[in-house]
Nanobody, 121 residues
Framework: QVQLVESGGGLVQAGGSLRLSCAASRILSSPNVMGWYRQAPGKEREMVATVTSGGATNYADSVKGRFTISRDNAKNTVSLQMNSLKPEDTAVYYC???????????????WGQGTQVTVSS
């Protein structure tokens, strides 16, 4: 069992920045993927950014150039730096972790409880 605890989030004006952090309760076996997903009201959950245990990153087209994902394997943490935020970035952001790579996942997916990000226009 892996618990994911998120921090960060909140209310910010358009063009502002926020940083999300997520700490895992234990180290996952390699290879693994950690990342962030988001869900806006009335919409399905979507991938925002992910990073493998080897350091490879993947971003949704809508956040490329604005968001940066990073991880610290020694501390079991993953962070998401969000710059140039837009009202359409408003959503609940969820931390995710699981075994696999960007192209193939296996085993159980673990999720955090979610943190609200609200961007006002």
């Amino acid at each position: 069992q892996v618990q994911l605890v998120e921090s960060g989030g909140g209310l910010v004006q358009a063009g502002g920045s926020l940083r999300l952090s997520c700490a895992a309760s234990r180290i996952l076996s390699s290879p693994n993927v950690m990342g962030w997903y988001r869900q806006a009201p009335g919409k399905e959950r979507e991938m925002v950014a992910t990073v493998t245990s080897g350091g490879a990153t993947n971003y949704a087209d809508s956040v490329k150039g604005r968001f940066t994902i990073s991880r610290d394997n020694a501390k079991n943490t993953v962070s998401l730096q969000m710059n140039s935020l837009k009202p359409e970035d408003t959503a609940v952001y969820y931390c995710n972790a699981g075994l696999g790579t960007h192209s193939l996942r296996w085993g159980r997916d673990y999720w955090g409880q979610g943190t609200q990000v609200t961007v006002s226009s």
